[in-house]
């Protein structure tokens, strides 16, 4: 079994991109796994806490709240793709400058990431 870093999901990404394939994909261990979409009780969920967190973080300049869209690296070996995350104000600072304009894997470390657990229903 191979060991995949997070330069291997990178090309992978993009290889699947030009394709034309959209696929959240997350790094666990090594082994890159591929996430399902939600169902619609869950992405409400995570709406729901981001209007939330939104109303409390934004007005007090805490810091920035993220969707399913970002991930996070971990480690070499692991980056994590949360419903909903936040990253305290001082850490951006510390963080942004190190950053590329439209990089996908952008942020190294967070303060708060959930998951939602999606209950999906087949009707046949």
């Known amino acids: 079994m191979s060991n995949l870093t997070i330069k291997d999901l990178e090309i992978l990404q993009g290889t699947l991109n030009q394709a034309g394939l959209d696929y959240q994909l997350e790094l666990d ?3 890159i796994l591929v996430m399902g979409p939600s169902d619609i009780v869950s992405s409400e969920i995570g709406v729901r806490l981001i209007a939330s967190l939104s109303n409390w973080v934004y007005p007090r300049r805490l810091g ?16 994590k793709v949360p419903d909903v995350s936040f990253v305290r104000a001082q850490r951006l600072k510390k963080i942004e400058v190190a950053l590329k304009p439209k990089t996908v894997l952008n942020l190294v470390l967070k303060e708060l990431i959930l998951s939602i657990v999606s209950l999906i229903l087949y009707s046949v």
């Open 29 to 31: 261990e090594g082994k």
């Open 64 to 79: 920035r709240l993220f969707d399913s869209s970002a991930g996070f690296i971990i480690s070499d070996t692991n980056l």
